[in-house]
């Protein structure tokens, strides 16, 4: 699992990766209502969190980071399909998770 500080689900590949968006704002963990800016998968299907900071004050950052990355250690590949499923429903029409996934993987 990869943890970044910032970028933009327009433009997942600033992070200097390919990167598949397969939620913003996920805030679907138990006992909390906090909630990560992103979540995608790289280029060998891993979680990679990502959450975006305005400032720079550093604040709680790696803290953050590390309790996002926890809450998501635990995901499996069916709730992770669910939740790019959400995804696409909100964002894209409805287009199938796993086509989508198998699409992006297949050109590797």
């Excluded at 327009?10 to 913003?24: F, M, R, S, V, Y």
């Excluded at 709730?79 to 409805?94: C, E, N, P, S, T």
């Amino acid at each position: 699992m990869s943890i970044c500080r910032s970028g933009s689900p327009n433009q997942p590949d600033a992070l200097g990766e390919e990167l598949l968006i397969i939620q913003k704002e996920f805030d679907d963990f138990a006992d909390t209502r906090e909630r990560l800016d992103l979540l995608a998968l790289d280029k060998d299907g891993q979680l990679v969190v990502i959450e975006n900071k305005l400032d720079d004050s550093g604040r709680d950052v790696a803290w953050q980071a590390l309790k996002y990355a926890a809450y998501v250690s635990s995901l499996t590949t069916s709730q992770i399909v669910d939740i790019y499923q959400q995804y696409l429903d909100r964002h894209a029409g409805g287009e199938n998770a796993v086509h989508q996934v198998m699409s992006a993987y297949s050109r590797k």
